[in-house]
């Protein structure tokens, strides 16, 4: 079975005011941050050469995620590669990622990056809108059409595009623009996520996250799931939208129970029903890179199959769990999805001699609270 890897890279220019995400803010990176990028870079070849079970194994996706992975530097990028390269089997056909924001949405930044083999970048924009920006506490300002286009059309760097729907105070046309924006460029992959108002983010404390709001965000999800399937785009994951197939091939691994390595400060790994973490805080995985083990007991597992398997729009089939626990579904499983089919929340049908569950457009707009239901016996 082939693996997929996945490098992060905790870096970032500023935290955005919805984000709860471990970050070290680094808006000038030189001096003092270069000499920290330098430490996080020894500990990030050293935490690669450390899984020494793994070395050999053949890997076709990896994913340098943050954070932003670019503000790292190209040369360290490229040197984790080579490291990789060193331990793993990549294979000739491996989709190699980057995320990166629109202000290095330039050649002295992205080429090199291509040039030693990363072939899908995707720049996270969020919305066009300044004022919506600034709403959520985006510091970098939005890239023009121009500039976009350049990076796609010319250059062919530019593969995915992430937007947001649900931000305060946005509206319907506001939306829509934003979408019309980006698939006028025709990127291959599009991701829109519905901005969460975690609670111990600087955005809760001006977001009344009540039942308006709610209702609010639902009205943008469904919006934008309808402008983008008008637009040719397939919806094969709860946030992802792609051209035919253009889907992310290392975040199909998560969503499909395959096998995946972490490396750097917070990254997680899996391989079967054993998770592994390292420590999230920078200082400490600089000093100390020892990944924790999480085993997990046959229920956890189950419950987690559940959990991504039902964020693909195609969901899962009876004989996807067979195959990967060697037993049928829990009878108080099969209850509950039947009670949620009857709800109008998931959709099952007949694949063969075998039964496939997903979420309906109501189950979708309710996602959380649909697969909270579904794994709650197995807790």
């Known amino acids: 079975m082939k693996y997929g ?82 331990f793993f089997r990549i294979t000739p056909d ?52 121009s500039q976009l286009e350049q990076f796609m059309r010319i250059f062919e760097i530019v593969h995915g595009i992430d937007i947001m729907c649900g931000i305060p105070d946005a509206t319907e046309k506001e939306l829509a623009r934003d979408i019309e924006t980006v698939t006028s460029l025709k990127p291959e992959h599009i991701s829109v996520y519905l901005l969460t108002v975690e609670s111990n983010t600087p955005l809760a404390k001006t977001v009344f996250n009540d039942d308006s709001f709610l209702e609010f965000q639902r009205q943008q999800l469904e919006f934008a799931m309808d402008m983008l399937s008008h637009k040719g785009y397939v919806h094969y994951e709860i946030s992802n939208y792609c051209l035919s197939g253009y889907h992310s091939r290392h975040n199909m691994k998560y969503w499909t129970f395959h096998p995946y390595l972490g490396f750097g400060a917070g990254a997680h790994g899996f391989t079967g029903l054993v998770r592994y973490y390292n420590t999230q805080k920078v200082e400490e995985y600089i000093q100390f890179q020892q990944y924790q083990k999480d085993v997990r007991s046959q229920r956890a597992a189950m419950a987690e199959f559940l959990m991504t398997g039902l964020r693909l729009i195609e969901g899962f089939s009876e004989v996807n769990f067979e195959e990967t626990f060697h037993t049928k579904l829990p009878d108080s499983i099969v209850v509950c999805l039947n009670e949620l089919v009857r709800e109008n929340l998931l959709r099952c049908w007949h694949e063969g001699n075998t039964r496939r569950y997903c979420l309906t457009r109501e189950g979708i707009c309710i996602s959380d609270y649909v697969i909270y239901r579904c794994v709650e016996p197995l807790l």
């Open 5 to 86: 890897v996945y490098i992060h890279i905790p870096f970032c220019k500023g935290k955005c005011s919805y984000c709860s995400f471990y970050s070290i803010p680094v808006p000038t990176p030189h001096g003092e941050a270069n000499a920290l990028f330098d430490s996080y870079l020894r500990a990030l070849l050293g935490d690669i050469a450390s899984h020494k079970e793994f070395h050999g194994v053949s890997v076709d996706t990896v994913y340098f995620g943050g954070g932003t992975p670019t503000l790292f530097g190209h040369h360290r990028i490229l040197t984790v590669l080579s490291a990789l390269k060193s």
């Open 94 to 145: 491996a989709e190699i990622s980057i995320e990166c924001n629109p202000s290095d949405l330039a050649e002295n930044v992205l080429l090199p990056l291509v040039e030693a083999g990363i072939n899908r970048v995707t720049v996270g924009i969020q919305t066009f809108h300044e004022h919506l920006r600034r709403r959520i506490g985006r510091i970098p300002a939005a890239p023009t059409e």
